[in-house]
């Protein structure tokens, strides 16, 4: 896994951020994605709570979106009392010209994908580093520890080369939030990402993978602040 970039100051990823929360409207439920571009989301719908009055509730990906979005003033809902969302606004890894994306740099994709799908609309923000004509990162891929062997040589048969993700603060494997640990695994050039997510979700103990198909619309901060907003053709 290359180094996680994390900034908390991008102006390419404040703008995307930030543009994306304008499409959120009071009355709405809505996705809270996981990462530092959508932090900058979380945070403008936070200002708009406080200072305009916003009315909404929001779903949370991870501890991380939580701690943010209780921060930031956000109400928060679960997906057991509002199971489908207007909204789900998250950051990728890296996206596709057809808009498929992969996720889970942070470890949060799992969650990421059971709320970008209860959306009626998925919208991804993102900087200009994350485009790309074809999908080639890591795919990071959460499994149950029990399976770890079993699922390691499944990927080795898909021709993927996985690695378990290591802690950096910590001595031994990552562990999600939801207590499992992620294999990221190298395919070279992915070159039919949803035969590849049907493949891996086929395999028995693997919880989820980070390719994502849903994605309805992608924001795109630029360096000079600008943004350019992406439709998925139908
Ligand atoms: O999938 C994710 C977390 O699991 C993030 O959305 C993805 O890693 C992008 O993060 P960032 O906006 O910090 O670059």
Redesign the pocket.
Known sequence: MTE???STDSPE?RAAGIAAAGLVSSGMVVGL???????YTIKELGRRVKEEGLDILGVVT?YQSEMLAIDAGIRLTTLSQNPELDIAI????QIDSELRAI???????TR?KIVSMSARRFVV??DES?TSTQLVKPV?VEILPFAKELAINKIRNLGGEPKLRSAVKKDGPVITDNGNFILDVEFGTIKDPEALALQLSAIPGVVEH?IFCNVDELYIGKKDGSVKTVPRQK
């Not at 994605?33 to 932090?39: D, F, L, P, R």
């Not at 998250?90 to 890894?93: E, F, K, P, S």
């Not at 996720?103 to 994709?109: E, I, P, Q």
């Open positions: 996680r970039n994390t990823k994605g996981t990462g530092s571009t959508v932090a991870s998250d950051g990728a890894d996720k889970g740099g942070g470890a949060a994709h990421e923000v993102a994350k990071p980070g």
